[in-house]
């Protein structure tokens, strides 16, 4: 059995299939078309559910403001992207450094602030990162340890935080 230090979700041909899709994360008709149509939605959705949940201003363009939330999978930033205009601050993490380079160059050119990694949420959890929200998006069915995977995002969040799959 692994240790800790070395037990991984990653499912190595699954990242090497989204990191050779990567460059078409933002085109609204190609692979990810259905995420782009699914996300006014989701976003709106999810808004609404944390603002109830922090009991935040629903009324405040930015209502997610000192709110820190993580985005595990965030492949291109679909997700990041919305959260960091919401006023959070964002953290995308994904293991395939190739999306986090798309995510990273179309947040700059779109002039916002997330902090995008390519890492792993049992390295962020080894590291004792901890956040208001936790995201977990479209990656359950992408991931080889689904135990440890579980482990891992449940112990990113903060007290009274959200965790959302």
């Known amino acids: 059995m692994p240790s800790a230090a070395t037990a991984t979700t990653i499912d190595d041909a699954e990242v090497a299939r989204f990191s050779a899709i990567a460059d078409e994360w933002w085109d ?6 259905p ?10 959705y999810l808004r609404d559910q944390l603002i109830r949940h922090f ?10 403001t000192n709110l820190s939330l993580v985005d595990i999978g965030c492949g291109g930033g679909l997700i990041a ?11 995308g ?11 990273s160059l179309h947040a700059k050119n779109a002039g916002l602030a997330v902090d995008y990694r390519a890492t792993t949420a049992e390295q962020l959890a080894l590291e004792g990162a901890k956040f208001d929200v936790v995201f977990a ?8 340890n689904v135990a440890l995977f ?5 112990a990113l969040v903060k007290p009274n935080g959200v965790l959302v799959l």
């Open 81 to 91: 992207e919305p959260m960091a205009r919401l006023g959070a601050t964002v953290t």
């Open 28 to 33: 609204e008709r190609g692979k990810f078309a």
């Open 150 to 154: 579980y482990d891992s995002i449940s």
């Open 137 to 144: 998006l479209e990656i359950i069915e992408h991931v080889d």
């Open 93 to 103: 993490v994904d293991a395939s450094a190739t999306n986090i380079s798309v995510a």
């Open 35 to 44: 995420l782009h149509k699914l996300n006014p939605t989701r976003i709106a």
């Open 55 to 64: 009991s935040r201003d629903g009324a405040s363009a930015t209502p997610f």
